[in-house]
């Protein structure tokens, strides 16, 4: 069973930058796709963004287009989020998440939280104004 640990949240202010890890405990990470979701109290889980398996693809929410970046370093395992010009509106909890299926790309059901399966605890960002 696959275990994720996000890390690199924190209390940031409008215009910063943070970079969030998602660590996993084994290399069949790198056979599947990873998700990033958010999340705030009394809404549903949100999608942040998605890298395919081989990272050769990357997607986004339309509201996080062209401030946050998703990379993959293999060798370490780790899925990164990065997220630059960061707006109060992005305050959440952050998790990431594995595809239920391996080696999967170009598929518009990477936008969706039930196409997952193993997810993270999540780390809080909060962006103040």
């Known amino acids: 069973q696959e275990q994720l640990v996000e890390s690199g949240g924190g209390l940031v202010q409008a215009g910063d930058s943070l970079r969030l890890s998602c660590a996993a405990s084994?290399?069949?990470?790198?056979?599947?796709?990873v998700g990033w979701f958010r999340q705030t109290p009394g809404k549903e889980r949100e999608f942040v963004g998605a890298i395919t398996w081989n990272g050769g693809s990357t997607y986004y929410a339309d509201s996080v287009k062209g401030r946050f970046t998703i990379s993959r370093d293999r060798a370490k395992i780790t899925v990164y989020l990065q997220m630059n010009s960061l707006k109060p509106e992005d305050t959440a909890i952050y998790y990431c998440a594995t595809d239920r299926f391996p080696l999967r790309v170009g598929s518009p059901a990477l936008y969706s939280q039930y196409e997952y399966d193993y997810w993270g605890q999540g780390t809080q960002v909060t962006v103040s104004s």
């Open positions: 084994g290399r069949t990470f790198n056979s599947y796709a």
